[in-house]
């Protein structure tokens, strides 16, 4: 078992930043996939962006490319995602998920474990 814990999450300005962070526990973290999805109220979760085992892949979502970075601590056990230029449109709780398969995806289904999610809203 892996539990996950995010926060970081808040009230900021558009065009303002947050990094959310998520503390693994359990088991062996550093092999796994790990993930950040969102989901807003009325929507489907979606994925966000995505690391390798070794941070040195990462991919992705379009609607946050340029913007948002994912990168880890295997260390730390933390995987954090610095989000900057935040619009309203990126309103959201957002969750942190691994996957021991260590392979991406962008199916939450995919995703073995999940955090409880952090909050982030982003006033116009």
């Known amino acids: 078992q892996v539990q996950l814990v995010e926060s970081g999450g808040g009230l900021v300005q558009a065009g303002g930043s947050l990094r959310l962070s998520c503390v693994a526990s359990g088991r062996t973290f550093s092999n796994y996939f790990m993930g950040w999805f969102r989901q807003a109220p009325g929507k489907e979760r979606e994925f966000v962006a995505g690391?390798?085992?070794?941070?040195?892949?990462?991919y992705y979502a379009d609607s946050v490319k340029g913007r948002f970075t994912i990168s880890r601590d295997n260390a730390k056990n933390t995987v954090y995602l610095q989000m900057n230029s935040l619009k309203p449109e990126d309103t959201a709780v957002y969750y942190c998920?691994?996957?021991?398969?260590?392979?991406?995806?962008?199916?939450?289904?995919?995703?073995?474990?999940w955090g409880q999610g952090t909050q982030v809203t982003v006033s116009s």
């Open positions: 690391l390798s085992w070794n941070g040195g892949n990462t």
């Open positions: 998920a691994a996957d021991p398969s260590a392979h991406y995806s962008t199916r939450s289904d995919k995703y073995d474990y």
